[in-house]
């Protein structure tokens, strides 16, 4: 028998401790969990989108690359194809979106003969520089889109959509 | 714009600048031997016009099929569309079909007749390339009636 015996209110007050403890633990761990659980969460293998579009054969003068993503819409699930303006400057792959800023059309590259170096918009002649800045004067309220283009084994990718960072 | 409670929003704030609708006009054909061509009609119909749509968005506002029988009266169907147009208040209007007897109705203007390609058993990207050469036909006459 040891000396430091333990008393009977010491071995209750350890037993309480340490299922109170356990309890406790219990139930801060799922809240700790759910608190820290966005910056866990893996994001999908990729966001970008895979086109079929040598990089290679782009040029300083934009060409229009479609990609097809599958869209959710509630229950129903499509497959989309959306377009890009893309064009190189030096060595850098831009992409822009071709979604007017005034009210949704499709632009096009040199669509307006008369401006052969700016995008177009034929709905209500709407018209962009090269790098999406909206030419003041004409409908549209502000530049094109931007979107996160990189180069997958010499095949161009699109990824998501942000604003444009091209004009200042 | 697509004819849903959105686009409708929008197009109530922008109406000085969609001026224009487009109605698809769709038989339906339910008997033996003309249900599989009606329906690749269909098809076909609903994918240009919602590419139509997308080159177009904010100019035109693309109205679901309106669908009728074999038999149905087009003389009068045509009157009573063309007058709810009317009240609508758009300056184009633009009725776009398959069938071939709304080429000869005098009583509306800018009838888009276009003979159905079956796309049914194409695959997606021969799809795709195929409908936007049917655009790319589409689209002068659209600009045209604007300028």
């Not at chain 1, 018209?127 to 004067?137: F, I, S």
């Not at chain 2, 203007?109 to 990207?125: E, F, H, Q, S, Y």
Request: net charge negative; aromatic share 10%; with cysteine.
């Amino acid at each position: 028998m040891s000396n430091n015996r333990v008393s009977r209110r010491q071995f209750l007050g350890y037993t309480l401790t340490g299922v109170g403890g356990f309890m406790a633990a219990g139930m801060l761990m799922p809240m700790v969990r759910f608190a820290v659980d966005p910056v866990l969460q893996q994001k999908g293998t990729s966001d970008f989108v895979l086109t079929d579009q040598r990089v290679e054969d782009i040029t300083e003068e934009p060409v229009r690359v479609d990609f097809t993503f599958e869209q959710q819409d509630a229950w129903y699930t499509s497959e989309v194809t959306n377009s890009a303006w893309v064009y190189k400057e030096g060595d850098r792959l831009i992409a822009l979106s071709p979604v007017c800023k005034h009210l949704g059309c499709t632009v096009n590259w040199a669509g307006d003969p008369n401006h052969p170096n700016q995008f177009f918009c034929p709905c209500h002649a709407g018209r962009y520089e090269k790098n999406g800045q909206n030419v003041p004067g004409t409908p549209p309220l502000g530049p094109l889109d931007e979107y996160d283009v990189q180069e997958q084994d010499g095949f161009v990718a699109i990824g998501a959509a942000k604003e444009n960072t091209l004009t200042v | 714009m697509h004819f849903i409670g959105k686009d409708i929003d929008q197009y109530l704030s922008q109406r000085e600048y969609v001026d224009t609708a487009v109605v698809p006009l769709l038989e339906l054909n339910l008997s033996e031997t003309g249900l599989k061509s009606s329906a690749g009609a269909s098809e076909y119909l609903q994918s240009l016009t919602a590419l139509l749509e997308k080159q177009f968005k904010g100019r035109i506002l693309l109205f679901p099929p309106v669908s009728y029988t074999a038999g149905a009266d087009r003389t009068r169907m045509a009157e009573e569309i063309s007058s709810e147009m009317e009240k609508g208040g758009f300056r184009h209007v633009f009725y776009m079909t398959t069938d071939a007897q709304w080429r000869s109705m005098e009583s509306l203007k800018n009838v888009l007749w276009l003979p159905a390609i079956p796309t049914g058993d194409m695959d997606r990207n021969f799809k795709q390339s195929v409908m936007e050469d049917q655009l790319r036909q589409v689209l002068p006459l659209f600009l045209n009636e604007w300028s």
